[in-house]
């Protein structure tokens, strides 16, 4: 059976944990975005993705799932372990000296769940659109997933993948855009203005819809399946997903200054007492 929603929000609550220790434990990496898109993780996971008992990379009939902003790798590499790829310890060597689980999600170490590298931005579309055309070729109904930055965008491989996408009828795909309008340098129109994302992908023949309350469970819930009864109509579906980056950690939030920087002992206590434990800590 599928969780509902408190278990979900219980599961969101603890990922949020392993997030703040984790980054805290190196001193290094994202908190801030992998707070934003937790609740979005939790749910496609838990919730929304068909998926087989255990891993391999052929993802033959089963949904597949492509982070291609990899930095938010650790709310990714949480949200893995809790979904029973990995061991839950494993979470403890995040950005250590050969651990599986490096700054950005690589493939080479094996670990479940990773099927491509992603320290570079810009690139997880165009993996997914090859995904997907495969899953056409294979007679394959499951469907692809994306999640990308809204910085991300301009990275202009984007637009070509988002050009082909639409013009190979590629609609077995959801790129899901997390909208949180900040990126390490500032806000996202601070840096390069962007305009109106949904009436670019529009304009490059995307079908779109917009989830405003991204860090609501029901709600992600609610647009999800309004994104996957679109498949399959001749068009990639696009998901513009509005999140608060730091989201549950009240400093974290209406700042981009999180985005890449480590809490100290201080602020973790302080995060995590707005966390309290709810299936146990690794």
């Known amino acids: 059976m599928k969780p509902n929603t408190q278990q979900l929000q219980e599961l969101t609550v603890q990922v949020r944990r392993d997030i703040l220790r984790m980054v805290h434990a190196v001193n290094s990496g994202h908190p801030g975005g992998s707070l934003g898109c937790t609740e979005f993780l939790v749910t496609l996971y838990q919730h929304l993705m068909t998926r087989k008992e255990g891993f391999d990379m052929d993802g033959i009939n089963e949904d597949v799932f492509f982070l291609s902003n990899g930095h938010i790798s650790p709310v990714f590499y949480s949200v893995l372990a809790r979904s029973g790829y990995f061991p839950v310890s494993e979470l403890a060597t995040f950005r250590l000296l050969n651990s599986r689980l490096q700054g950005h999600p690589t493939t080479h170490e094996g670990l479940p769940g990773i099927r491509m590298a992603s320290g570079s931005l810009g690139q997880g579309l165009s993996v997914a659109l090859g995904t997907a055309q495969v899953k056409k070729l294979n007679k394959d109904l499951n469907l692809v997933y994306t ?67 991204g860090n609501n469970i029901e709600a992600i819930v609610a647009g999800m399946t309004d994104a996957k009864s679109r498949t399959g109509k001749g068009k990639p579906v696009c998901v513009l997903l509005y999140t608060e980056m730091g989201n549950g950690v009240d400093f974290m939030m209406h700042t981009h200054a999180w985005h890449g920087k480590a809490p100290n002992d201080e602020q973790l206590a302080n995060a995590l007492a707005q966390n309290p434990v709810t299936l146990g800590d690794y």
């Open 147 to 213: 999640l990308h930055g809204d910085g991300e965008l301009q990275e202009g491989q984007n637009w070509e993948a988002i050009m082909y996408a639409s013009a190979k009828k590629v609609d077995n795909l959801i790129a899901t855009v997390d909208v949180n309008g900040k990126q390490i340098d500032g806000t996202t129109d601070e840096v390069l203005y962007m305009g109106s994302l949904k009436a670019k992908f529009e304009a490059f023949g995307w079908d779109v819809l917009e989830i405003k309350e």
